[in-house]
């Protein structure tokens, strides 16, 4: 049992902590050169661990399976856009337009489908967020036409991000097991992957993951632990804010970008990044 200080008090913390988190496994994913090898390496590791999770843990109830298996299907065209993305354009603009158009179709999503009403703070907070997100990927100026099919894939990632969190937030409360619904989403679509990475590079593969083996099994872990976090906060509170509080992993992934990567941090950047901290203000207040 949570103190008596409340669940309320506790979920913005653990999002912004999950968002720490998956700013890192991205940063691991990126550093590979062969991104191919790192989503890969990434679902041996959702495989495994999930493996070993679905034999500790509850079933999750009846009514959360038809939510596991769209997660599922959702997650894998997830990987493959994001993938996709990564191959084709810069890693500092991919990441906020993927992560930054999510908050505001869940937010819409959730306060006209699930009957979930946004207060004015949470709205102003969401909207504060994301514009400060969108900011962030635009900040050399408009797109140039090479950069479009790129620009499409990561809008494409966001649109399915907006869905699965949707989706996982609904199908975790039905699960009566967050862990359990975890586990077994992780379980039917990583090893499709893993078959998809196979089929598309042969027995030369195995020899492909060595050399990135503890990277990307560390990435993947990591990203198993901060989805769990989501989810669960998912389930104790409202889906907008929690999808606003964890796209602030762009800010870290900014700060990872700037001081070990080298990347240049501008005005623009700065400025968005202000944007973004203000809105998660809003949201913190909104939340408590």
Known sequence: MLPAIGVGAVVPAAVLG??????????????????????TLMNIAYTACSAVLVC????????????????AVLHVAYQALL?????????????PIARG?????????????????????????????????????????????????ALGAAAGTGVVIAAYTVVDGTGGRESGTVVGYLAWMFLCHAPLLILSARARRGRALAGQLRPALVPGLVGGVLSLIAYGVVIWAQTHGNLATV?????????????IGTVVF???????????GAAVLTGVAVLAVAHA
Request: overall charge neutral; proline content about 6%; some cysteine.
């Open 262 to 272: 080298r990347e240049r941090l501008g005005y623009l950047r700065l400025t968005a």
């Open 18 to 39: 999950a968002a720490v988190m998956h700013a890192t496994w991205n940063a691991l994913a990126h550093g590979m050169k062969d991104k191919l090898v790192g989503f």
């Open 56 to 71: 500790l843990v509850p079933l999750p109830h009846a009514a959360a399976w038809p939510y596991i298996a769209a997660s």
């Open 101 to 149: 158009t999510a908050p505001l179709l869940v937010a819409v999503v959730s306060a006209t489908v699930l009957a979930e009403p946004l207060s004015p703070g949470t709205a102003a907070g969401v909207l504060v967020v994301s514009c400060g997100l969108v900011g962030l990927a635009f900040e050399d100026g408009l797109p140039r036409r090479a950069q479009l099919p």
């Open 83 to 95: 993938l996709r993305a990564y191959e084709l354009g810069d890693f500092g603009q991919m990441y």
């Open 243 to 255: 999808a606003a509080l964890r796209e602030t992993s762009i800010l870290f992934a900014a700060v």
